[in-house]
């Protein structure tokens, strides 16, 4: 089991870390303000499966396969700046359009989780910083190094959608707000559509 003191420590430096504002937290106000607070918080659980699956993946290897592949690296990073910028455009052609809530339709709240789901688990950096960030908060005296990785990734996810969840919640409210003025609604359209195209060219360009 990890060390005690060592879980309270991993805890703050994890709520510092979701509490900086970083390419999750940036996606999930984009969706929330555009879709509602609900679909802002699906959102949010979207971009904590992602990281739950790549907290399991970490503790299972996958970044020493990256390492030892680099190409399959590349490809991942390719694909998720690829999806964010496919993302972007789209919602820039629809600037001009209405803004459509979609708090009561289980469509828009799914198309938000996969959303969350599918950015955070086509950037590979996040494999990597876990690689280096978790392995810092476990005692392989205390028994199994995967074991500690699970419940350290597991307490990651549940800090993350603490924080995120009530973000895409509030963001999803002030869009509300906005909802029905046309101005405002192609600015928050133009503002979301460039938050996704500038998450996909700082995905692709970083190393």
């Known amino acids: ?3 005690p003191a060592l879980f309270a420590a991993f805890l703050v430096a994890v709520a510092l870390l979701v509490l900086t504002p970083g390419p999750d937290m940036l996606l999930v106000m984009a969706i929330g303000a555009a879709g509602g607070p609900a ?20 503790a299972f290897g996958l970044a020493a396969l990256f390492s030892a592949v680099p190409t399959l ?3 991942v990073k390719v694909c998720g700046a690829a999806y964010l910028l496919h993302l972007g455009i789209a919602t820039l052609r629809r600037r001009d359009e209405p803004l459509v809530r979609t708090d009561g339709a289980g469509d828009g709240r799914g198309r938000a989780f996969r959303r969350g789901l599918l950015t955070n688990l086509l950037n590979p950096k996040v494999v990597l910083f ?3 960030f978790l392995p810092q908060f476990v005692d392989p005296a205390r028994g199994s190094v995967t074991t500690q990785l699970l419940v350290l990734g597991a307490a990651f996810v549940v800090v993350d959608l603490l924080i995120d969840g009530p973000i895409g919640v509030l963001a999803g409210r002030l869009g509300a707000l906005l909802a029905e003025r ?3 609604v192609r600015r928050l359209h133009i503002a979301t559509g460039s938050i996704f195209i500038g998450l996909s060219a700082r995905l692709a360009l970083t190393r």
Do not use: E, K, P, Q
């Open 73 to 75: 690296y590349v490809v």
């Open 1 to 3: 089991m990890v060390d």
């Open 130 to 132: 876990n690689a280096a």
């Open 182 to 184: 046309r101005r405002a």
């Open 39 to 58: 679909v802002g918080l699906c959102a949010a659980a979207g971009v904590a499966a992602g990281l739950a699956v790549h907290a399991t993946a970490t």
